[in-house]
């Protein structure tokens, strides 16, 4: 509708080969941003590369929201760690808050889940949406590939815990679905969903809470 953000969509891929749940040992292989026009799915070997280009990326984007699912704790968190190791500068914002509860363990080197801000687009985790109310009400695991075929989407489906043995073309095709049906969920749960964009000038207790750059927030994680 006229006056809305623009939706973007951000998911990626990490290495399964060592342990892609762990980002000081599994780099990024993938990464997707999708838009009204369509998806860009951005895969390099060099990994630094790639933080890089995604960074420049969504730079140069209309700013609007950023829609992950599960961002708050996996995405966002994962891609700062793997941007500090790499010695790369994004500009990613994160700020911890105790009130988004997990339901695991948190991403290994960190405590728990962020509100964010990646250069001028705010971020909305749509997983949170889901889980709060649909998930509780229907008692659904709220995984981001079963909700969007319910939805019809038809997302692209493959063996997460072998992502790195996928074809190059099998990858970029799952990435992208991944990022095209989150902003898809959001979307269609507009305008519920964009009452929970994350908003950074305070913690849930109302106490100021400055934004944090990545490097910042992560210094010395690698060392816990």
Known sequence: MPGDPIVYGLDIETDTATDGLDPRVGRVLAAAVAGPGGEVVLAHHDEAALLRELDRWLAELTPGVLVTWNGAAFDLPYLATRAEINQVQLGL????DP???????PLPGHQGAYRARWHGHRHLDAFRVFRADVGRTFGLPCGLKPLASLAGLAPVDADASRVHELDPAVMHAYVASDARCARALALGRWPTAAASIDRLGTHAAGQPAPAIDAHSALAGSLLR
């Open 93 to 96: 914002q994160l700020v911890p």
């Open 99 to 105: 009130s988004l509860r997990l339901r695991g363990r």
